[in-house]
Structures are given as structure tokens and as C-alpha cells.
């Protein structure tokens, strides 16, 4: 985006907001122009950058593996499946060592929202500026779109739209598995009379109750406030670079160096979302007598 045309706050709230899609003042459907517009389009609108570059990465997940999975040898390996074979000795040996049940859906789980979320916070590596600045130009020549009120942000896991939605699918799964290894009565015995028996009933409610929500809220938020910070980071070191050229050096060795500690960062984030998973996975099939 040209930082000559806009302040820095401008520049600042264009790359937070999202590609939004949702029903507009006049009765249709449409494009927010503006972040005001994305509010009032209400809980019905959607984030199309953020479900959009979710996809595609999913996609691209699954055809890599597919693709190596399908060429596999039992000889030496080459250098994409010998990494690919990484991963999943990686995930299997987390999974044995976090999960006591019997589930075999757990680890494909675990290793689809470890690689998927990685390749998510992976985009915020990309300079902040490109794959923006490229949707405008395609806004503004194809279809005659005001540069400004086109929008795109390509860090998924920055949205707390898509980190609910992980979350709550997780959440589907914890309820559902609690169920069917305890029954509804075994399941709902425990909200009732864990941990002070049945003489502490209304307690065991609140704290059980309260325990059970936190789990999906603190696995969105966790993930979501981490990639929101380095997104905003990175746009913050972004504006140096229209300061003049001693700022301009000063902003490229900064955003070098957040990106090495970034990429500890959008890695953990992966694995720990991955290991509460699987925590609370293992939580489910648990009956306790």
C-alpha cells in the first residue's frame, strides 16, 4: 500500500481488517467497504480472506502429504518424505505420550491441526505489504474497486473467527467422545459431583462448568492473541519504512530479527494447540468412579 496517501493510523486499521462478505444496507448481498460496514453487516457476514488462504492451506497440506504418501518408497527416502516421516514420528510419539485411550482418530486429528495451523501462522512471515498491495492492484484494474476499500489478511490464525471455529470442533469432540465412553449419565455425574461429591453439588456446577468452557475459549484466545500481536508487529516495523532511509535500515534488520524469533513462535502455537487437543481428548475417554 502506498504509504504516501495514507496516515499511519490508516494504514495501520487497513491491514486489520478483513475481506468481508455479508448483507449490505440496501437489502443484498455484498463487499464491507469499510470496517464500519463489516460491523453492521452483523453475525451472519464472513471473513473471505480468512476462510479463503484457511482453505487453500488446508489444501495444500493435504496434497503434499498425499503426494509423498502415494511416492513413498521403502528405500532411502527422499528429502520431502524423509520430512514428511518427520512430522508424523513427531505427532505419533506426542500423541503415546499425552493420549491413554484407544482412539484412532486422534492422531490424524493431531497431525492435521498441528501442520494446518503451522502453514496458518506461517503467513506472517510473508511481508505485509505484498499479497495486499497485489489484491488491490487486481481490485482496482479488473474490476474498478477503490484501492481502499480492498481489503486482505492472509494470517488466518489471526482471526478469531478461525480460531473458534478450531476450537469449538474440538470441543464437539470432547463432548462427544465424554459422552459416548461415560454415558450421559457418567458425563453429567461428573459435572455434578466432581471434585466434592455429592454433598457439594451447586460447587461442583460452577467449577466443572467454568473448566469445561475455558477449555475451548483458551485454546482460541491463546492462539489468536499471539498471531494478532506479530501481525500487528510486523505491520508497526512495516511503517519505518517510510521514514526515511536510516529508519528505512534500521525497520530491515528489526523485521529480520522478529521474524527469526516469529518462527519460534507460530511453531509453538501449533504444538500447543496440538498437545491440548490431545489432553483434553484423552480427558474425555477418562472415567473416573
Known amino acids: 500500500m502506498a504509504s504516501e496517501t495514507l496516515t499511519s493510523g490508516a494504514y495501520i486499521k487497513h491491514h486489520l481488517t478483513n475481506l468481508t462478505f455479508g448483507h449490505v444496507p440496501d437489502g443484498g448481498w455484498g463487499f464491507a467497504h469499510s470496517v464500519e460496514e463489516a460491523k453492521q453487516m452483523g453475525f451472519w457476514a464472513f471473513n473471505v480472506d480468512s476462510l479463503g488462504w484457511s482453505i487453500v492451506l488446508g489444501l495444500i497440506f493435504v496434497w503434499v502429504f498425499h503426494s509423498v504418501a502415494k511416492k513413498a518408497t521403502p528405500g532411502t527416502p527422499g528429502g520431502l518424505q524423509n520430512f514428511v ?3 508424523v514420528e513427531f505427532i505419533e510419539t506426542s500423541v503415546r505420550g499425552s493420549f491413554s485411550g484407544r482412539n484412532d482418530l486422534v492422531a490424524p486429528l493431531s497431525l492435521t491441526i498441528f501442520v494446518w495451523i503451522f502453514l496458518m501462522n506461517l503467513m506472517d512471515l510473508i511481508p505485509v505489504d505484498w499479497l495486499p498491495v497485489l489484491a488491490q492492484k487486481i481490485g482496482e484494474h479488473m474490476f474498478g474497486l477503490d484501492p481502499h476499500h480492498v481489503f486482505q489478511r492472509v494470517v488466518p490464525s489471526a482471526d478469531p473467527n478461525i480460531t473458534f471455529g478450531m476450537a469449538f470442533a474440538v470441543f464437539g469432540l470432547m463432548l462427544y467422545y465424554g459422552i459416548k465412553i461415560k454415558g450421559v449419565g457418567g458425563f453429567l455425574g461428573e459435572l455434578a ?12 456446577l ?4 467454568v473448566s469445561l468452557i475455558a477449555k475451548p475459549v483458551s485454546l482460541a484466545l491463546r492462539l489468536f492473541g499471539n498471531m494478532y500481536a506479530g501481525e500487528t508487529i510486523f505491520i508497526l516495523i512495516a511503517l519505518t519504512y517510510s521514514a526515511g532511509w536510516g529508519m528505512g535500515i534500521f525497520g530491515g534488520f528489526l523485521q529480520f530479527g522478529w521474524a527469526i524469533f516469529h518462527i519460534l513462535i507460530i511453531t509453538l502455537q501449533a504444538f500447543i494447540f496440538m498437545v491440548l487437543t490431545i489432553v483434553y481428548l484423552d480427558m474425555a475417554h477418562q472415567e473416573h468412579h
Open 206 to 209: 460452577i467449577l466443572e462448568g
Open 193 to 204: 459431583f466432581q471434585p466434592f461429591g455429592k454433598l457439594g453439588l451447586p460447587a461442583n
Open 85 to 87: 516421516e518427520w512430522i
